[in-house]
C-alpha cells in the first residue's frame, strides 16, 4: 500500500525511521519532501524551517500531491505540547485532504482532546494504538 506520512516536522526524525520501517514490511511510505533538512535540528530551528518551506517550498501543495497519489495516510500523532496524540494544523489540514479524496486514514495514537476532536472522529480514523504492524 502507498501511504504518505503526516506529522509535526518536530517528529522528523521518527517521520524517517517509519517510513523506512513501512518500506521493510511491504509498503511504499512517503515523508515531506523536506524532511531530511529537519533531521538534527533543535525543536527551534525545525520552527524557523517551517515557515520558510510552508512560504517558499509550497510544502503544503507538495504534501497534498503525496496524499492525491497515495492509498492512505498515517498520521504520527505523538504528544506535544502536552497533548497526548496531538495533530497540530497542518496535519488537520492533511486529514482533512485524504478525507475529500476518500483515502483510508490511520492515526498512530489516539484522538487528541482538542478544538476539532468531533471533526477528527467523523472522518473515521482507524486508531493504531501506536502498533504498525496493524496496517
Not at 520558510?52 to 517550498?57: D, I, P, Q, V
Request: charged share 25%.
Amino acid at each position: 500500500m502507498k501511504i504518505t506520512l503526516c506529522y509535526s516536522m518536530q517528529f522528523a526524525e521518527y517521520a524517517q525511521e517509519t517510513k523506512e520501517w513501512l518500506d521493510a514490511h511491504g509498503h511504499e511510505a512517503f515523508v515531506s519532501a523536506s524532511n531530511e533538512a529537519y533531521v538534527g535540528l533543535s525543536d527551534t530551528e525545525k520552527e524557523v524551517l517551517k515557515l520558510e518551506h510552508k512560504y517558499g517550498h509550497d510544502a503544503i501543495r507538495k504534501h497534498y500531491e503525496l496524499i492525491k497519489d497515495s492509498d492512505a495516510i498515517l498520521v504520527l500523532n505523538h504528544e506535544k505540547h502536552s497533548v497526548p496524540g496531538y495533530i497540530g494544523g497542518n496535519a488537520f489540514l492533511e486529514l482533512g485532504f485524504a478525507h475529500v479524496l476518500n483515502k483510508k486514514i490511520y492515526l498512530l495514537n489516539q484522538i487528541p482532546e482538542m478544538g476539532y476532536t468531533t471533526e477528527i472522529i467523523a472522518m473515521e480514523p482507524t486508531i493504531l494504538g501506536g502498533d504498525l504492524e496493524s496496517i
